[in-house]
């Protein structure tokens, strides 16, 4: 683990975590609303829980990081890869990930819909982060 690996963890958590702000702190807040307090804990509520998130963000973008190098194609372009990588991981996690929750959780249709479409376009845009931030020298 060099350190291109080390930098690249911590910006795709950085990264990650913001658009996990700007999808379900901004985009979602008006879906979220009528559910806290009772599907989902409320914004006071769920301060006490930010040393988890933190926590999960730091996990995933060394994973997300760690997974991206294994599967990298020398000599291949790294846009298409991140963002392949990036369509892998969302069909991987965020699609079955939020369809579970729809299972067992009454969480109204749209939302998951929305939380799916805007999810997976993050977690894309992550993976061309990655692919950026871990490309070979030389690359354009």
């Known amino acids: 683990m060099d350190r291109q690996f080390w930098i690249s963890g911590i910006l795709v958590s950085v990264l990650a975590f ?4 700007v999808v379900h702190g901004v985009l979602l807040a008006g879906d979220y609303a009528p559910l806290a307090g009772s ?3 409320t914004t006071e509520e769920a301060q006490g829980y930010l040393p988890y998130l933190i926590i999960a963000h730091l996990l995933f973008g060394f994973a997300f990081t760690w997974i991206y190098r294994q599967g990298k194609t020398p000599g291949e372009p790294w846009l298409s890869q991140g963002a392949r990588f ?3 991981v969302v069909a991987l996690m965020t699609i079955p990930m939020y369809l579970i929750y729809y299972a067992v959780q009454p969480t109204p249709g749209m939302l998951v819909a929305k939380q799916i479409l805007f999810d997976g ?9 990655a692919a950026y931030l871990n490309r070979s020298p030389g690359e354009a």
């Open 86 to 88: 990036g369509v892998a």
């Open 18 to 21: 913001a658009f996990g702000f």
């Open 39 to 41: 599907l989902y804990r």
């Open 121 to 129: 376009v993050s977690t894309v845009l992550l993976g061309i982060a």
